[in-house]
């Protein structure tokens, strides 16, 4: 018998769902369509329907993530991996039931109260004197905003980062005086593999607390997160410590 001719897929075509190209999406939201590209790639945005190589269609979702984005960028001034989070956050939220998003909203504004600035602070830091002060090199400083850790931008001219992200820059600048040199094959990427971890704890911290805690009043809720914050961070250290000195022993 002779082999059944597989029909190819028909290319996708433009829908109500989605009506706008590439220049559509550009035009309606102000960005290049090298950002959009960027945007994709870095799974921030979703990609389009493809209609070809080069072609392909979205919607109307599309333009208000890109908006989204932008916003966060330009008037929150946050890195790539704030604006990821705050991404997973709403589509997390968008599981969860009205009552549970009401919660975790108020506990946000109250954790927001009590914790203050800190690593969130936006005021705006020439890079050029930062990296100089810091001993650190312009490539690892360039190879950290790649990762999306941190946020830079442009203010009359001047590069700019945000306060909030001084503490990473001191700490990698410290680690390349410590010896992890680059020739040894240390790079800025290795701290989005850390990130990455960390995120994956936390996102279950999230639902856990939402979980067994939504009962309670928020207020509550956010003091016994506050309360309970450095012990946890004592514990995180503590078993990094743990697995190394285990590791040693058995040696």
Known sequence: MGRAI??????????????FRMK?????TGLQRQAVHFYIQQGLLPEGEK????????????????????KLQEEHFLPLKAIR???????????????QRQFIEEVKQRLRASLGPGPTDRTPLPVAPLLQ?????????????DTGLIAVA???GVEVTRQGDVWLLELYAELRRLGFSRELGFLPRDLAQVDGVVSTLF????????QRLSHLDAQAVATLVEQALPYMNTLLV??????????????
């Open 6 to 19: 597989k029909k190819a897929k028909a290319p996708a075509q433009k829908t109500d769902r989605m009506p």
């Open 24 to 28: 559509d999406l550009c035009a309606q």
């Open 51 to 70: 209609t070809g190589r080069n072609m392909a269609y979205y919607g109307q979702a599309h333009v208000e993530r890109l908006r989204l984005i932008r």
């Open 85 to 99: 989070a705050v991404l997973d956050a709403y589509e997390e939220d968008a599981a969860w039931s009205p009552g």
């Open 133 to 145: 002060r810091l001993g650190l090199s312009r490539l690892d400083f360039d190879e950290l905003c």
């Open 154 to 156: 442009r203010e009359s």
């Open 203 to 210: 996102r279950k911290e999230k639902a856990l607390i939402t």
């Open 238 to 251: 503590r078993l990094h410590e743990a697995k190394l000195r285990n590791f040693i022993a058995g040696l």
